[in-house]
């Protein structure tokens, strides 16, 4: 589709507008939580977004443009390539303004016990237990199988369990 | 004890208080997208102005890039961003490459397979007769970012595709063992990433990088000559640390850090075992460098990325960062050979007669299907027709011959095709031959090398003839390169380009000297927008305010040197230096290289 089109046609659509209104808060706070990074949230919703704008004309019209939305975000956060990219930018450069989530996440063991989570366990724990994803809807944002989503989360809750009991906190 | 959930909603509400949406979050979306498709339109206007340009004097008639009306092709133009390899497609940036092999003087392009699949060529087996790559499945309707990896091995001619993982996950860059037997590959099948080898039919696959319980990921492994170890890099990411360069036994054992470098990325273990080289730096200024194993010295080769050594070891194969490849002589390193400027280097065929490279860009995306390419009327003869493929990716030219024949090509020079904006050829009615307005590259009618330093004749585009009277016809898939030494027949005609290559900045020059960002805000503005690029050589400022950028300059001599315009600094004394200077094109007379030979 011609982008001017494509453009136009969605300007004058509000239904695009109320769909990144109403999903963009969850997504933000799920991807904060899988990445660790507010900044890489920012990133990854914004390109989420992107992508389902240049597709609204179809998403739009799905069952679950949600799912769709939250599948898309996760595929941009686990290209592996890009993420070896980024680690490098990060790793010599210092970010120009410390990440506010960093700093919370080293006082608050919730997130500390997410941290050191795997990213598909992180990934998965957030999608089943904060979302009510099923497995099976989980398996497919995650592009892997549902068996495999089990034993993440499995592996996900006991790591939160045992870094958030009393006696080892 | 809250449950999950109570523990999550609180992880949640913590998070959001400590990074807080934007409340004008729409706004920020709204400038996010509108900066995308301002590159679009950059991009596009390029195009249009560059082909403009092109065919003054000439008989060129452009199909216009509308949805209606018009007799022939087109589709939005190719939007390119900046990305890793700036190998960019319309609706993917950067990452949706086929994969292509090549001779190592820049002949015989040849594509290895046109499906809609992204596929990235990794390594080449030790006889020569498959290839290693991984294939992103993307969700429904594509994405940048893929939602699966899985590692393939193919022929060398693209046939006999074989998928060795399955439902991985994310499963990449597979490098096949000296001997052949095994490949080594990055796999997240355990959660995070490792590296894992398998045979090389994708049998008995293990986890080498399952040494401890971390949640760092392990990637990018390199075989030892002697196929006894594994290098590979071991970074936190995310949310970011050190990447360091580890070593493995290929059983497995023995792991330990080999670099404690900040960051390491893409090793490759030299074939007579003492080095390795690997890409470090910080994105883009990544530099490609060699640590001696036994010194443990770390030496600087070039700003580049991607190494892969030569089967000889005395070259290194190395991508560059703002699109394409080349070579770097050891002997002679801090410059490199260009042999493309798109995509990005994956290796050497065994003998080193060949590269296998991924790319994108204005290949991206070609469309195969029967009645794909609208059907689009010849123009008369002695006349040419130019425009974009309905994908809207490829920029075309075709040609009707004075016999009646046609004759279509891609519309961008072999030589120097930038990553930023392709530099588009232009028919040139009086000469009859294909122009490139920025370095002087010709090529006759047919297509074939005629002059000038393009390192191969055209690509042509298959023709399927529709119907005779008219003449239409439908375009079709791209062919090889047609190789240089096909040289064309000399024009006889007026030559028809009026630019030239002039000024240069760098960011390299103490006084006066421009950044690389103000490089960037100024080539567009030039009139020949988008023909910029950086380039290897060494810079001598002359207390007399001569300034010279030299591929080489040794005891005073500048070789193939050019002068440069643009700011000139003041130096009391000479000054030489060597880097990567960032070059403008601007309006000025390009002489006729056939006239001028």
Redesign the interface.
């Known amino acids: 589709m011609?982008?001017e089109?494509r453009?136009g046609a969605l300007e004058a659509s509000p239904d695009f507008?109320s769909f990144?209104?109403a999903e963009?808060?969850r997504l933000?706070?799920?991807m904060?939580?899988i990445?660790?990074?507010?900044h890489?949230?920012d990133e990854v919703v914004?390109?989420a977004?992107?992508?389902v704008?240049?597709?609204w004309d179809?998403?739009g019209a799905m069952e679950d443009p949600t799912g769709?939305l939250f599948?898309?975000a996760?595929?941009?956060?686990?290209?592996?390539?890009?993420?070896?990219?980024?680690?490098?930018?990060?790793?010599?450069?210092p970010p120009a303004s410390p990440?506010?989530?960093?700093?919370?996440?080293v006082r608050?063991e919730?997130?500390r016990?997410?941290?050191?989570?795997?990213?598909?366990?992180r990934t998965a724990?957030?999608l089943t237990?904060?979302h009510g994803y099923d497995t099976d809807e989980a398996a497919r944002a995650?592009?892997?199988?549902p068996g495999?989503v089990r034993v993440?989360v499995s592996?996900g809750?006991a790591t939160?369990r045992a870094r958030?009991?009393?006696n080892d906190a | 004890?809250p449950d999950?959930?109570d523990?999550?909603?609180?992880?949640?509400r913590?998070?959001?208080?400590?990074?807080p949406?934007p409340p004008d979050?729409?706004d920020?979306?709204t400038s996010?997208?509108d900066r995308?498709?301002r590159n679009?339109?950059l991009a596009a206007g390029a195009f249009a102005l560059v082909l403009a340009v092109a065919v003054i004097g000439s008989a060129l008639m452009v199909l216009r890039t509308s949805?209606d009306g018009r007799p022939g092709s087109s589709?939005?133009v190719v939007?390119i961003e900046p990305g890793?390899n700036q190998a960019c497609g319309p609706?993917d940036a950067c990452w949706d490459a086929d994969m292509f092999t090549m001779r190592i003087d820049g002949s015989q392009v040849t594509r290895l397979g046109y499906d809609e699949q992204r596929d990235f060529a990794y390594s080449w087996s030790p006889d020569g007769q498959r290839i290693a790559f991984y294939r992103g499945v993307?969700?429904?309707?594509g994405?940048?970012?893929?939602?699966?990896?899985e590692v393939f091995t193919m022929a060398t001619d693209g046939s006999d595709v074989r998928q060795l993982t399955v439902?991985?996950?994310?499963a990449?860059l597979p490098v096949y063992s000296p001997d052949g037997s095994k490949i080594a590959f990055?796999s997240?099948d355990a959660?995070?990433?490792d590296v894992w080898v398998m045979n090389a039919d994708g049998s008995d696959p293990v986890n080498l990088t399952a040494f401890d319980d971390s949640?760092l990921?392990d990637?990018?492994p390199t075989w030892s000559p002697d196929g006894q170890r594994i290098a590979f890099?071991r970074?936190?990411?995310?949310?970011?640390?050190?990447?360091k360069l580890w070593v493995i036994d290929a059983d497995g054992s023995n792991p330990h850090v080999l670099l404690d470098t900040?960051?390491a990325?893409f090793p490759t273990w030299s074939p007579d075992g003492a080095r390795i080289a690997f890409g470090?730096?910080?994105?883009p200024d990544?530099r490609v460098q060699i640590l001696g194993l036994e010194s443990g010295e770390v030496t600087d080769v070039i700003a580049a990325h991607l190494p892969r050594w030569s089967p000889d070891g005395d070259r290194l194969l190395v991508s560059i960062v703002e699109g394409g490849f080349g070579i770097v002589d050891l002997d002679a390193p801090n410059r490199v050979e260009l042999l493309r400027q798109t995509g990005w280097a994956a290796g050497w065929s065994p003998d080193g007669g060949q590269v296998l490279f991924n790319d994108a860009g204005l290949t991206a995306g070609w469309q195969f299907e029967e009645g794909a390419e609208p059907v689009l009327t010849a123009p008369p003869p002695g006349e040419a027709i130019a425009g974009f493929t309905e994908g809207g990716n490829i920029p075309f030219l075709v040609v009707r011959h004075e016999d009646g024949s046609l004759s279509a090509f891609e519309a961008v020079s072999p030589h120097l095709a930038t990553g930023d904006v392709r530099k588009l050829l232009g028919w040139c009615a009086s000469s009859r031959t294909f122009d490139d307005p920025f370095h002087g590259s010709r090529f006759d009618e047919a297509g074939r090398y005629v002059s000038g330093p393009s390192p191969t004749g055209l690509v042509p585009l298959a023709v399927e003839i529709v119907s005779e009277d008219p003449l239409t016809f439908r375009l079709g898939a791209p062919q090889s390169a047609i190789p240089r030494e096909d040289v064309g027949e000399r024009p006889t005609g007026a030559f028809c380009m009026d630019t030239q290559v002039t000024p240069l900045v760098s960011p390299g020059i103490a006084a006066g000297g421009l950044t690389p960002e103000e490089v960037a805000s100024t080539a567009p503005s030039a009139p020949m927008v988008g023909a910029r690029w950086s380039v290897e050589g060494t810079l001598v400022v002359r207390p007399d305010g001569e300034v010279l950028l030299c591929a080489s300059y040794v005891g005073g001599v500048c070789e193939a040197g050019a002068p440069v315009s643009g700011p000139s600094p003041t130096t009391p004394d000479e000054l030489v230096i060597e880097g990567t200077w960032y070059v403008i094109v601007r309006p000025g007379t390009l002489e006729d290289p056939i006239r001028a030979a």
Do not use: C
């Not at chain 1, 990440?99 to 996440?105: E, N, Q, T």
């Not at chain 2, 993307?138 to 309707?141: K, P, R």
């Not at chain 2, 994405?143 to 990896?149: E, M, N, T, Y």
């Not at chain 2, 970074?235 to 990447?243: L, Y």
């Open positions: 011609r982008l089109r453009l507008e990144f209104r963009r808060p933000y706070g799920s904060l939580l990445t660790g990074s507010t890489e949230a914004q390109e977004f992107f992508k704008w240049e597709r179809r998403v769709y599948r898309t996760l595929n941009a956060h686990r290209s592996a390539y890009r993420r070896a990219v980024r680690a490098a930018k990060r790793t010599l450069s990440d506010p989530l960093a700093a919370v996440a608050d919730v997130l016990a997410l941290a050191a989570m795997t990213p598909r366990q724990v957030v237990e904060l995650m592009g892997i199988r495999t993440l592996k809750r939160l958030t009991e009393p | 004890m999950t959930r523990l999550l909603e609180h992880a949640l913590t998070a959001t208080a400590a990074s949406l979050d729409f920020r979306f996010y997208r995308r498709h679009q339109r949805d589709g939005s939007p890793i609706a993307g969700v429904e309707g994405g940048r970012f893929d939602a699966i990896w439902a991985s996950g994310v990449g990055m997240e959660g995070v990433a949640t990921d990637y990018h890099v970074g936190e990411v995310p949310p970011g640390g050190p990447g900040p960051l990325m470090t730096g910080d994105w990544v």
